[in-house]
């Protein structure tokens, strides 16, 4: 079982920066651990890191440039690094992690461990 709390969240003006932390916990061999974010329409994938063979980092093509995902194993910590943040990125933000193998499509659907979320919320 898998355990994932986030902070880092709050309010920043466009162009603004702030970076998502998420601290996992729990007996656990995942595939992925990533970051989804939810408006009230959906839940959409923002990046992921997947640990197969190789280590694979993944952003949205609509992010990349502005999102960067990370990770500290020692510390057991995942980031989500954001800049240039925009109102568009307002949402919460959710942490997550998968142990399977299709993780990497950054379909929600495919992620088994959830965190409860932190609000990103960027004014103009």
């Known amino acids: 079982q898998v355990q994932l709390v986030e902070s880092g969240g709050g309010s920043v003006q466009t162009g603004g920066s702030l970076r998502l932390s998420c601290l996992v916990s729990?007996?656990?061999?995942?595939?992925?651990m990533g970051w989804f974010r939810q408006t009230s329409s959906d839940r959409k994938g923002v990046a992921t890191i997947?640990?197969?063979?190789?280590?694979?980092?993944y952003v949205a093509d609509s992010l990349k440039g502005r999102f960067t995902i990370s990770q500290d194993n020692a510390k057991n910590m995942l980031y989500l690094q954001m800049s240039n943040l925009k109102p568009e990125d307002t949402a919460m933000y959710y942490c997550?992690?998968?142990?399977?193998?299709?993780?990497?499509?950054?379909?929600?659907?495919?992620?088994?461990?959830w965190g409860q979320g932190t609000q990103v919320t960027v004014s103009s």
């Open positions: 997550a992690a998968s142990d399977l193998a299709a993780c990497l499509t950054l379909q929600q659907s495919n992620y088994n461990y």
């Open positions: 729990g007996q656990y061999n995942t595939r992925c």
């Open positions: 997947y640990t197969g063979r190789d280590i694979i980092y």
